[in-house]
């Protein structure tokens, strides 16, 4: 069995770190005089104790260090445990969520997918919505380091060819976790910082600023306005779009550029695909979209750059009347937010190192087939690609598609229409945020799906964020036996 001791001091740890952010907002809304800063001094009360109990009751527990399967068993309970007390808030204070809907938008904020069931974010206090930001903040930062250093160890879904890139590329220079994690939130921070600035001085108020920075550098969506950046047309439109661009890059590169490599991000096969898909999706669907409207060149190219860059990034902002557009417009929304974002930095979807590498075993396949003779090797970046990462990345897709399609027929089963039923659990396990369909088009959120379909968009919100596979293995008992 394994010793769930050291899962527990470290979970405690995260909670004793939740509590503290939640004064932040606590603080806010004394200042403005709000009886909300008293609803998350209490919840943070609650989230201290419980982090401090957990923390003192497993205090040695560390000592010997963590094993494979408690590291990834750790990753699970963080992800899964702390949106528990993130919802605190939610359910103590504006908006008074029920606990469906309050674990919901806290799974949504610390996974960075970005979907919402709170009406009127506009009116609520400044604190709840800075909380909402801090959320999708620290669920960026986290999912970070586990995309750089504990994914690719797991070997899940292809990750362990990276555990190799990540690592060994840096040479002497860099040769710890411990320095890649420091650099990492330089990095982070750095990005959030030159962001918030950006959106002050081309006009955003301060909380939209700072809210709205903390969401796009974590590619994750929560803004506290309702209309999202249709708010601020125009120049604010391009700036996202660039740091959303900027946030769903490998961080190993901006960590590799601090080092003195400053052509690492030009030279990874996976950033520029990365740019030059995202760049043909922009392109035609602005040309489709001035050829079918009357809609002119400047403002079609500004809105689909902005949703479309928003949507493979898995950030889930939104602008103009994207959602509306249908046919075509749609297809390829559906499209790149499969494919995702860069592996390595906090944005999802499958990841574009994935799609790469599953296009070139399916070229070297028909190239076998062709000439049974030869002998042909599947090769990524000039680098062989050995068969246990391409059966492990091809069971990730496998298990992606399908899940897709179970939870898809689950939702219908509960009554969702079918369109609805398709984009929720699409914008979930990709944790993109962007929502479509019936049930969303009255408010513009998810509060109109029903209990049990919301419990499944959460489940997939997690199942896409943790790499599906690391989630699933551990509903095998062996797991859990020495």
Known sequence: MIDLRPIAFVVGR???????????PAAVDWRNGNSNAMDFLEAAIITGVAGLVLSFATANALARGLTLRQAWAMTVAIWGLAPLFGALPFVMGAPHLAFTQAYFEAVSGITTTGSTVIVGLDHLPDGTNLWRGLLNFIGGLGIAFVAMIFLPVMRVGGMQFFRTEGFDTFGKALPRATDIARQLVIVYFGLAVICGITYRALGMSPLDAVVCAMSTIATGG?????????????????????????????YIRYVQLLNNQPRAMWNDPQARAYLRWTAYAVVSVTLWRVAT??????PAFRESLFN?????????????????????ALVVAFVVGVIGA??????????VFRVQVAAAALAAQLRQIASPSRVVKVKYDGRVVGEDVISGLILFITGYVFLLGVMTVAMTLLGVDVISALWGVWT???NVGFGFGPLVART???IDYPDAAVWIMTAAMLLGRLGLLAVLVMLLPRFWRD
Do not use: H, N, R
């Open 342 to 351: 860069c592996s390595g930095s906090s944005a999802a979807g499958l990841s």
């Open 293 to 298: 409207s009357d809609q002119g060149l400047e």
């Open 444 to 446: 513009g959120t998810f």
């Open 222 to 250: 929560f803004a506290p306005m309702d209309i999202s950046f249709q708010k601020y047309p125009g120049a604010i439109e391009y700036a996202a779009a660039a740091f959303m661009l900027l946030a769903s890059l490998p």
């Open 308 to 328: 479309l860059v928003s949507i493979q990034s898995s950030t889930g902002f939104f602008s103009g009347s994207f959602a509306s557009w249908g046919g075509y």
């Open 428 to 430: 979930s396990i990709g």
């Open 14 to 24: 995260v909670l004793i770190v939740l509590a503290i952010l939640m004064l932040a």
